[in-house]
């Protein structure tokens, strides 16, 4: 083994053994395992940096293992899995800050740890799988993974919400595995970095190819939340707080969202797809679900609510700019979306789990003056709420500014009218709660106001917010610079031949 | 080599402390130094003065890293937007100052006003559609903040209205510029000039734009914002944040490189209507924050009438563009001086004295442009334009002009009234108002006569068959405007009873929480509403239905269906 194969098995291993001590650690031993959590978690940012590095300089990450004659796993660094290794890793960390700051004192931390750092380790799995059947391997496990953190508070409610989830990922999975098979047996083994099968196929197997790809669709779609596929997605806002952010910005969604993105650019390619036909009908889901997500959150009260109708509405623009795949601006838009919406949610999850932990606020209309109590995680959100709508400078301006410009160019107007409107209606369902929570007079005291003490929560559930925060605007004020992710989205581009 | 390289960063940082300034100090309201920043606050609009006066122009400066390319410069127009935009901002700090001696809720306040101040400069710098669209946000989001800086109920309807409509604002603009940019392949405002060509985006940077000058029917948030804000922050919007929606039509639709007839006769009609109604709405209410703010919806219908002459041919936009911006100055600098008279009014814990009165009366009167103000001047140029334009331009103007004249000084007597009835703020007489309103007054009085570019009108001004043009229909105002008290006037019947619900209330902005909010269904328009969301309640329940096992089990035998067609295909 070389050591860029080295570096991929030890990126994965960089949470994967964390995440197995900790399963074996007594529930006391707190300080031990949050420093397993924390070393791993950095080591596993500075892997993946160097491998960022290697990629860019065009190093090849490439680990093969046969399993049966024409089946192998493949894991394999390119671009496009360096963006999302990266987007997770540094997710991740904020992340396990922030729960080991909620999770103080309560229950089974162990068991929840160590399922997080597989859950992690599984999403990295997803980042750098190199072909369809290690994709699907790793998609499968995410399930498994992240069960147990759905239902991590043990309740009636978390239960059901848990099997909900079950069902509706166990269906994709099943969609996908099948079409996976089908797929591997019409056009072989599927490596991404071939970027598309031959396009003779498509006169010979053109209807079974149009199939396969809406059952793939179906299979990821399940987790990337596409409406009518979305159900599981606002009752596994029970879970707590950090898995919520985990669910929505880094593993769940978020992969289903690659998964699209893997399909569409890697799998297919553009340009077979743009002879299958099968591109409107991807836009046409995308659209509405933008849609229809943005509606469904204007009518919640439950702020986790709201926020998972919004992630439902937000996840589709990565399949609107995937829907434009022969135009390069789109998917410009499409890709960096996945690495903007991740912050931006994620604020808001940290944000909301805030207001939960510290003074039992759940609903928006608890929130009136609430920012008075507690100025900077509402700065926090305020943050992420203007780059959802799309406000510049924010990230979200960024994302939403390439799709347009990707619609015109494909000539569909349609495209920047779905936009005009979404950011109307994030408009309506953000903004009031913008006003409520830093003009609004508080009637009431706080439902369960728990934590008084220098600062106004714990200092681990209040930095991570702040840094997302501050990420959100810094990406955007600083999109066209040498390092951020819209140059590394540009730099994924240009390697295809769109 | 490395020298230009400096030099060219010394520009960038020169250009950028005008906007960077405002934007530091509003940083720094947040920490423990926010008496410092109060006590400071006027230094804000400094380097916006200092840069206006002493930068050449043409000055440009690139910064590549910045919001997908940042590009800042002063051009001749900008450089006469930043100089008023900084006098203005500086007389409103000094007048923010001393009202945030007596005011609890000094961060929020600073925070806003500076951001604004921040968004309102940099916007007048940017050389880039992205950066003009970016502090162009960044001043109407703030400004916010600023109108319901008192809380009340009425200072948050005020904000919801505002809010709603700027939110519209910013679609349209977005829309229109992503238009743009895909039609141009470029991101330099210098680019841009002249390739509007489509109706659709004339008609979305009307309405971007349009809301921020309070174009007619997108005027909804002018008259309860002036009425609600502060003051200092009234002054600020009415003075130089108005301005902002006119410099973003110049940039976007630059007068003389743009030709659009039909799109000039839109922004005519809709400016005349605008420069009628405001004046005829004014009459009806009783507050004078609001009178002003009808006033301002008046007169940017003037500008906007100038701005639709300059639409019609390259050769009208090429005489309109300096008449514009005549007028833009002198609106500016009347509307500001009579905001900072109101907050003298209202300040004082005495009444008025004569003199005060009459000192107030001068800018009032030179709004509806009596002889020897700045606003004969400009009513003066108006008229050349119309003159120079021909017929039917000319004739039009000869009945427009004296009406819009007349029903403007029925207004401004009846704000000078409603001033004398102001209800004062406490005892303490807050320093420096009368200062600030004194240097407002002599701006106002001398800054047009003594303007280079104005030189040919002020002497047009100044024959008497103009100064006759100019003085009837103001003495005919004040005549009308003592009838109309004598007869007319009845105390119960204003505007600001009738009209209790807006129609901004009951659309959008509210939808969500309509939905769920029992009482709106028990009136009339909430009946509407809840008919025009009847879709949602379905939502709901296709919502249940998707979940329910029998549609997993059918599901589950398409798929199975799918199965079998893929596994007969293979």
Redesign the interface.
Known sequence: MNWGQWLLVSILLSSFIPGIIIFGLPEEKHRLRTVLNICGSIAKIALVLIMDIGVYFGHIFEIRLSIIPGVELLLNGDPLSALFATLSSVLWLLTTVYAVGYLEGSPNRSHFFGYFSLCVTVTIGIALAGNLVTFLLFYEMLTLTTYPLVIHRGTEKSQRAGG?YL?YAF?GG??FL?AVV?LQ??VGPVDFSAAGFPSSFIES?G??LI??F??LIIGVGVKAALV?LH?WLPQAMVAPAPVSALLHAVAVVKAGAFGIIRIVLDVYGPQNLLLLGVLPLLGGVASITIL?GS?????Q?DLKRRLAFSTISQVSYIALGMSLADQPLAVIGGLVHLVHQGLMKITLFFCAGNLAETLGIHRISEMNGVARRMPFTMAAFSVGA?GM?????TVGF?S??YL??GG??AGNWWV?AV??VS??LN???F??IL?RA??G?QQEPWPEEQYIGRFETRLMLLVPPLITAFIVIAA???????VSP?AWVRFIVRGYTL | MISAELQAMGHALFLSLVAGTPLLMAAACCTPMKKTVVHFLPLAAVPALVVAMTAPVGLVAEIGWFFMGGRMGLDEIGRIFLCLSGFIWLLASFSSRSMLKHNRNQTQYLFFFLTSMCGNFGLILARGLLGYYLFFALMSFAAYGLIIQKGTEKARKAGRIYLVLVMIGEVALFTALIILVYSTGSLAIDDIAGAVHQPLVFALLFIGFGVKIGALPLHGWMVPAYQEAPIPAAAALAGAMVNAGILGWLRFLPLGLTSYPQGGLFFIAAGALAAVYGVITGLYHKQAGAVLGCSSISQMGLITVIFGLGLVDHEAGLHATPVLILYVVHHSLTKSSLFFGYDLAASRGRILSHLQVSAILLPALALAGLPLTGGAIAKSAFKQLTVTLGEPWYGLSTFFLPITAMGTTMLMLHFICLLRDTEKRGNSERAGSGIIFTVSFIATAITLWLWPAAGFFVSNSLSWTKFWQALWPVAGGCLLFLAWRRFFIREKQTLDDVKKQTIFDIVLFRFGNLLQEKEWQTTQQGRFISYLSGFVPQLRRSEKIMGRWKVVGLSYLLLCLCMLFLLLRL
């Open positions: 909900n069902i269906s099943a969609a099948f089908s047996t019409i197997h209807a079974a199939l396969i809406i059952l009518p159900g229809y509606i469904r959150a204007l009518q009260d203007l709508i799309g406000i510049p400078p960024v939403k500014w347009g410009l015109l160019a920047v936009l005009a950011s109307l408009a309506c369902y903004l009031p006003t830093w003009f007079k955007g004020v600083v999109a066209n610079a040498q819209l």
